[in-house]
C-alpha cells in the first residue's frame, strides 16, 4: 500500500516535470518567430540621436550604444541621478530594490523625482530572458540597457556608460551615485545627506575611502594588475566599488581624462583613484555614514546623529530577500 502511494507521488512529480518541459519548449518555438529582442528600443523614434558613444582609453576604444532608454527621465528639479549596476537575469533583486529603497511610497524625494534612479544592464541574446526583460521595461521604465558585453573585466566600461548617461541625459542633477545591486539604502537619509557640503560637493567623489592598497600581483586573480599599467606600490586613495556619489562638475572631466589611460579592469581603483588623482578631485569620506557588513546591521547599535540615523546604506546584501531585511533594519533605527 505504501509503496503504491509512493509510485503515485512520482507519477505526478514526472508529469508536472513533463508538462513543464513541453510548455516551455512550446514557448521557445513562439519566441524564435519574434524578432531578436536586441533590437527593441524604448527611445522616441523621432530623434535624430542614435545613442551611440564611444568609451576611449589610450589603448582601446569602445564604442557602444544606449538601446534602451527609461523615458521617464530627469527633470530640472532632480538633484540625484542614481545608477544601479545590474545583469540582465537579475529580476528578482531589481524587484527587491523597487519594492524597498526605490519605491516612491518609501521616499518622498523618489516621489518627487529629485532622485532618478535606474539600472543598467547589457542586452542579451537569449530569447527568454530579452522578452522578459521587454515586458520589465514596459512595466517599470527603469532600464539603461547598453550593447556592452557583460563582463566583470569590462565593468570599467558600464561605469564610463553611467557617467555617459549623467552627462548626456540628466546633465543638470548636481549629482550621481553609481551602485551595486546588493545594497540597501536609507533613502531620504541619504539625500539629506547630500544637502551638507561637508559631505557631497559637485566637484567631489564621496564614499568609503581606502588608503595604502597593494595592487594585486598574481597573473591569475581577478584583480591582477600588471607592472606596465601601474607600477606604484600602493594604489592612490581611491573609493570602495558598492556604492560611491560623484558630482557633476567631475563627471566631463573624468570621462575626458580617461582618455589618457590604458584600460583598467578594477573598475572603482581606475575611476575613482587613478583618475580622481590626475585631476586632483576632492575624495570625501563617508565612511561612518555607509555599512560594509550585514553583521553590524542591528538597529539598537546603530547611531544616531542630531536626531538622524547616521548610516543610509549597506552592502553585501546578497539576494532579495536580504535586501528587504537590510532596507526594514535601516528604517527600524530610532533616534530621540
Ligand atoms: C518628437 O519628440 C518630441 C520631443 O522628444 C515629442 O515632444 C514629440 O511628441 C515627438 N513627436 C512624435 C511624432 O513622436
Ligand atoms: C580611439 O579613437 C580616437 C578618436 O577617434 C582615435 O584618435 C584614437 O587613435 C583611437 N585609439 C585607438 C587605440 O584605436
Ligand atoms: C531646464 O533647465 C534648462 C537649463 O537651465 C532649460 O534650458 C530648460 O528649459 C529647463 N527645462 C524645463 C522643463 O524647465
Given at each position: 500500500?505504501?509503496?503504491?502511494?509512493?509510485?503515485?507521488?512520482?507519477?505526478?512529480?514526472?508529469?508536472?516535470?513533463?508538462?513543464?518541459?513541453?510548455?516551455?519548449?512550446?514557448?521557445?518555438?513562439?519566441?524564435?518567430?519574434?524578432?531578436?529582442?536586441?533590437?527593441?528600443?524604448?527611445?522616441?523614434?523621432?530623434?535624430?540621436?542614435?545613442?551611440?558613444?564611444?568609451?576611449?582609453?589610450?589603448?582601446?576604444?569602445?564604442?557602444?550604444?544606449?538601446?534602451?532608454?527609461?523615458?521617464?527621465?530627469?527633470?530640472?528639479?532632480?538633484?540625484?541621478?542614481?545608477?544601479?549596476?545590474?545583469?540582465?537575469?537579475?529580476?528578482?533583486?531589481?524587484?527587491?530594490?523597487?519594492?524597498?529603497?526605490?519605491?516612491?511610497?518609501?521616499?518622498?524625494?523618489?516621489?518627487?523625482?529629485?532622485?532618478?534612479?535606474?539600472?543598467?544592464?547589457?542586452?542579451?541574446?537569449?530569447?527568454?530572458?530579452?522578452?522578459?526583460?521587454?515586458?520589465?521595461?514596459?512595466?517599470?521604465?527603469?532600464?539603461?540597457?547598453?550593447?556592452?558585453?557583460?563582463?566583470?573585466?569590462?565593468?570599467?566600461?558600464?561605469?564610463?556608460?553611467?557617467?555617459?548617461?549623467?552627462?548626456?541625459?540628466?546633465?543638470?542633477?548636481?549629482?550621481?551615485?553609481?551602485?551595486?545591486?546588493?545594497?540597501?539604502?536609507?533613502?531620504?537619509?541619504?539625500?539629506?545627506?547630500?544637502?551638507?557640503?561637508?559631505?557631497?560637493?559637485?566637484?567631489?567623489?564621496?564614499?568609503?575611502?581606502?588608503?595604502?592598497?597593494?595592487?594585486v600581483r598574481e597573473k591569475k586573480h581577478r584583480w591582477y594588475v600588471?607592472?606596465?599599467?601601474?607600477?606604484?606600490?600602493?594604489?592612490?586613495?581611491?573609493?570602495?566599488?558598492?556604492?560611491?556619489?560623484?558630482?557633476?562638475?567631475?563627471?566631463?572631466?573624468?570621462?575626458?581624462?580617461?582618455?589618457?589611460?590604458?584600460?583598467?579592469?578594477?573598475?572603482?581603483?581606475?575611476?575613482?583613484?587613478?583618475?580622481?588623482?590626475?585631476?586632483?578631485?576632492?575624495?570625501?569620506?563617508?565612511?561612518?555614514?555607509?555599512?560594509?557588513?550585514?553583521?553590524?546591521?542591528?538597529?539598537?547599535?546603530?547611531?544616531?546623529?542630531?536626531?538622524?540615523?547616521?548610516?543610509?546604506?549597506?552592502?553585501?546584501?546578497?539576494?532579495?530577500?536580504?535586501?528587504?531585511?537590510?532596507?526594514?533594519?535601516?528604517?527600524?533605527?530610532?533616534?530621540?
Amino acid at each position: 500500500m505504501n509503496l503504491c502511494r509512493q509510485l503515485w507521488k512520482y507519477l505526478v512529480i514526472a508529469v508536472i516535470l513533463y508538462a513543464t518541459v513541453f510548455l516551455n519548449l512550446d514557448r521557445i518555438r513562439t519566441f524564435s518567430s519574434e524578432p531578436s529582442a536586441i533590437q527593441f528600443i524604448n527611445i522616441p523614434s523621432n530623434e535624430s540621436s542614435n545613442h551611440l558613444f564611444t568609451a576611449q582609453f589610450k589603448d582601446q576604444n569602445h564604442t557602444y550604444q544606449f538601446l534602451t532608454l527609461p523615458k521617464k527621465t530627469c527633470t530640472n528639479n532632480t538633484k540625484l541621478q542614481i545608477t544601479i549596476l545590474s545583469t540582465a537575469g537579475n529580476f528578482d533583486i531589481r524587484q527587491a530594490i523597487r519594492d524597498t529603497w526605490a519605491n516612491p511610497k518609501n521616499s518622498m524625494h523618489v516621489a518627487n523625482n529629485d532622485v532618478h534612479i535606474s539600472f543598467i544592464i547589457s542586452a542579451v541574446e537569449n530569447e527568454f530572458l530579452s522578452y522578459a526583460l521587454q515586458k520589465e521595461i514596459e512595466k517599470h521604465d527603469d532600464l539603461i540597457v547598453t550593447s556592452l558585453y557583460e563582463s566583470y573585466e569590462l565593468l570599467i566600461l558600464k561605469v564610463h556608460a553611467i557617467l555617459t548617461y549623467k552627462q548626456h541625459y540628466c546633465a543638470s542633477a548636481d549629482f550621481q551615485i553609481k551602485a551595486d545591486d546588493d545594497m540597501a539604502v536609507d533613502m531620504d537619509g541619504l539625500f539629506e545627506g547630500i544637502g551638507d557640503k561637508k559631505l557631497a560637493s559637485v566637484d567631489a567623489i564621496s564614499g568609503i575611502i581606502w588608503k595604502n592598497s597593494p595592487p594585486v600581483r598574481e597573473k591569475k586573480h581577478r584583480w591582477y594588475v600588471p607592472m606596465t599599467l601601474y607600477s606604484q606600490k600602493f594604489f592612490p586613495p581611491y573609493i570602495d566599488g558598492p556604492i560611491y556619489l560623484i558630482g557633476k562638475n567631475a563627471v566631463p572631466r573624468m570621462l575626458e581624462e580617461a582618455k589618457n589611460y590604458n584600460q583598467w579592469v578594477i573598475e572603482d581603483v581606475f575611476w575613482t583613484g587613478v583618475i580622481a588623482k590626475a585631476l586632483k578631485i576632492k575624495q570625501i569620506n563617508w565612511a561612518s555614514h555607509l555599512l560594509r557588513y550585514v553583521i553590524e546591521l542591528i538597529p539598537t547599535r546603530l547611531k544616531c546623529s542630531k536626531g538622524k540615523p547616521l548610516i543610509y546604506a549597506v552592502h553585501n546584501m546578497k539576494g532579495p530577500i536580504m535586501i528587504h531585511d537590510g532596507y526594514k533594519k535601516l528604517k527600524g533605527v530610532k533616534c530621540e
